[in-house]
């Protein structure tokens, strides 16, 4: 047994949140406006959550819960909206218009902002707890109606104890609250054989949507952050060292695999973020143990294919906290007995779409001549058939009547 040095009785709460990514933060704003008590434990420090680069592209669903419980203001005032998006194969270019097929945009906006505002909103305005640079957090009587977490501070280096009815595990993809989950929970797992070199330029975007370009030499995308700086992407082995992409290898891939007739070249800049990131996927099924519930990439992981993964962890985040509120406020427990479930529907169905596009990205590049034709049958028929561009753009905004 781990000794603990709270002076006096371990503090109190009705819930824990472990970890200040979207998906915490967005249940602690919730948890707050409805005058809930809660802690948030975060491992990094303040200024390196608010710089952390990662997410741009958040679907309209998304921002109008986030704009409902007072969270979109800056975002609404500040983010670029996107209607079209252009796949580039074959030396040819060829424009998707979702906006005008489903009435919604993307928003474009890039995480950090979005965890500054939502730490912003949670901690100076709304009042609620937080610490920063937490060590060794651990989750103890998950099975009982009194959990508790207890965790390493950062300023004094002693252990502290906190009690509480429920704890939301929100810490990502490398948290601790998928450690602690039973040998009966279910984690089904995709690995696509995949790597991508996710990239940072310092440089404008080269176009006014976002790019794909599907190439034999592998898929490549360009995406707008910020009228300064534009991400792209590199289809690459698995696990390949940064190392062997030189800036000069990197543009002269990019130019070739986004190239198109009748395209200005791309705007080259310094690149800012250079890591290769894995393609792989992962559903916990219940995102649920005892008084844990999962939220976010803690639960599931979507391999930024789709960009789909910080829309999904708002997603639970807004259903996990209006259950919580309305289960302390004695007005319903419901919400929490359907989380799960209700969580996975979407969480599937984002999955499945992920799978598609993966093939529809990376089928020419296989070496494999039988998928190279049918990744070409499906990108023809988005731009042939009203019916196959009408469900794509669907599922690229998420805009399912229900999941
Ligand atoms: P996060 O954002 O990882 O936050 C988890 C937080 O928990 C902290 N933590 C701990 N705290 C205390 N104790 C521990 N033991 C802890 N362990 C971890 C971490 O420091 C962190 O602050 O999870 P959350 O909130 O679930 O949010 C998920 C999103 O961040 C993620 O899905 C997206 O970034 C995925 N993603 C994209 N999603 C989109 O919807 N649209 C996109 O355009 C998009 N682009 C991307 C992406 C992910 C990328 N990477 C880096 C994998 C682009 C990239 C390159």
Same mark, same amino acid.
């Given at each position: 047994?781990?000794?603990?040095? *709270? ?21 602690? *704003? ?18 390196? @959550? ?47 218009? #979702? ?22 909103? #949670? ?6 707890? @937080? ?13 009982? $109606? ?31 609250? /998928?450690?602690?989950?039973?040998? !009966?929970?279910? @984690? ?5 054989? @995949?790597?991508?070199? =996710?990239?940072?330029?310092? =440089? ?70 250079? /890591? ?5 996927? #992962? ?23 789709? =960009? ?25 427990? $419901? ?6 479930? =209700? ?55 998420? !805009?399912?009547?229900?999941?």
């Amino acid at each position: 047994m781990t000794s603990h040095s *709270n002076s006096g009785a371990p503090r109190r709460f009705p819930v824990v949140i472990v970890g200040a990514g979207p998906a915490g933060l967005t249940v602690g *704003n919730i948890l707050r406006a409805a005058g809930v008590d809660c802690l948030v434990l975060e491992a990094e420090t303040r200024a390196f @959550i608010e710089q952390r680069p990662r997410a741009g592209v958040i679907e309209e669903w998304a921002v109008r819960g986030l704009q409902r419980r007072g969270l979109a203001d800056t975002l609404l005032a500040r983010a670029q909206l996107h209607t079209e998006c252009e796949f580039r194969f074959a030396g040819e270019r060829f424009r998707f218009g #979702y906006g005008e097929l489903t009435g919604q945009h993307h928003f474009v906006y890039p995480q950090p902002l979005l965890v500054t505002d939502l730490v912003h909103e #949670y901690a100076d305005a709304r009042g609620g707890e @937080i610490r920063f640079g937490v060590q060794d957090v651990r989750l103890h009587d998950l099975e009982t $109606s009194r959990p508790s977490v207890s965790y390493t501070d950062a300023d004094t280096g002693e252990r502290q104890l906190v009690e509480c009815e429920f704890v939301a595990g929100c810490d990502g993809a490398r948290g601790v609250s /998928r450690t602690v989950l039973p040998e !009966t929970t279910h @984690i089904a797992r995709h690995d696509y054989g @995949i790597g991508w070199l =996710a990239l940072l330029a310092e =440089a404008p975007p080269s176009s006014d949507c976002v790019l794909f370009g599907i190439h034999p030499n592998g898929f490549a995308g360009h995406m707008a952050r910020s009228p300064e700086v534009t991400r792209y992407y590199l289809e690459c082995p698995p696990g390949d060292d940064p190392e062997n992409w030189s800036h000069d290898r990197i543009w002269a891939e990019l130019h070739q695999r986004l190239g198109a007739d009748g395209t200005p070249p791309l705007t080259e800049g310094p690149l800012i973020e250079k /890591r290769v990131l894995d393609m792989h996927n #992962y559903v916990v099924e219940p995102m649920t143990y005892g008084r844990l519930f999962l939220a976010g990439d803690s639960a599931h992981l979507t391999a930024p294919i789709a =960009a789909k993964g910080m829309n999904l962890a708002l997603h639970d985040a807004f259903l996990l906290g209006d259950a919580l509120v309305a289960h302390l406020g004695k007005d319903d427990g $419901s919400g929490l007995d359907g989380y799960s479930e =209700a969580c996975l529907r979407r969480v599937w169905d984002y999955q499945e779409f992920s799978q598609w596009l993966s093939e529809v990205y990376h089928g020419t590049s296989s070496g494999d001549e039988y998928r190279a034709g049918t990744t070409f049958a499906r990108l023809r028929r988005l731009f042939t058939s009203p019916a196959a561009a009408a469900a794509f753009a669907e599922q690229y905004l998420g !805009t399912a009547a229900a999941y």
